[in-house]
């Protein structure tokens, strides 16, 4: 069965580390999605993606990139992670279209120290 | 530009009775609208979605939503609640700005409780 995966689950790590979060998904989506999730706000959107070589930021993008070289793949990182990124990550995937509905991997937990 | 509001960040139900989660959307035009389920530890899943065909839109696990364009409303609703209904519920509204192929906009959730 297609699929999307997040790797690591958790991890734990100090200030001013450069930090990568994997999402990889077996769907053949063009559209690939990271989100935050923080008690709140609900979910934010941070970068996002239609297609390889394509890269846009979403609305709480400071401090973070991403790279498209592959429909499977879209890694978040951190340049320089700050406490303030402490979060929870959700990387999502879709088909092209409005009406299209967004699959969701199981969440990647950070906590910066 | 589109919005999501719902109404409520906690809704306690007992086994049994109904539940009623709000949504209120603002949009120009036409909007698709979706509504999420996630439970405790994990991603969302989608529970059901409006793309403009049936205004009542059944979904999984008994849940269903009324898309009312009067009220820009699109509530979700479950006749009888079980233990396992609890969760966070979030609607969503797919964003219509200029170049857009499949983003959405999230009200900021709702955990809905079942009391035994």
């Known amino acids: 069965d297609a699929e999307i995966t997040q790797s690591p689950r958790h991890k734990i790590t100090e200030t001013g580390r450069q930090v990568t979060l994997a999402c990889h998904q077996t769907?053949?989506?063009?559209?690939m999605f990271w989100y935050r999730q923080d008690l709140g706000h609900g979910l934010r959107l941070i970068h996002y993606s239609y297609g390889v070589q394509d890269t846009n930021k979403g609305e709480v993008s400071d401090g973070y990139s991403v790279s498209r070289s592959n429909t499977e793949d879209l890694p978040l990182t951190l340049e320089s992670a700050a406490s303030s990124q402490t979060s929870v990550y959700f990387c999502a995937s879709s088909e092209s279209g409005e009406e299209e509905t967004q699959y969701f991997g199981p969440g990647t937990r950070l906590l910066v120290l | 530009a589109q919005s999501v509001t719902q109404l409520g960040s906690h809704v306690s139900v007992s086994e049994g009775a109904l539940v009623l989660l709000r949504c209120n959307y603002s949009s120009s035009v036409p909007p698709y609208l979706f509504w999420y389920v996630q439970y405790p530890n994990q991603g969302l899943q989608l529970l059901l979605k409006y793309t403009s065909a049936a205004t009542l839109v059944k979904g999984i696990n008994g849940f269903e939503a009324e898309f009312k364009k009067s009220e820009t409303s699109f509530h979700l609703t479950k006749p009888s609640a079980h233990m396992s209904d609890a969760a966070e519920y979030f609607c969503a509204v797919s964003s219509l700005s200029g170049g857009s192929q499949g983003n959405l906009i999230f009200g900021k959730g709702t955990k809905l409780s079942v009391k035994p």
């Open positions: 769907w053949n989506h063009n559209n």
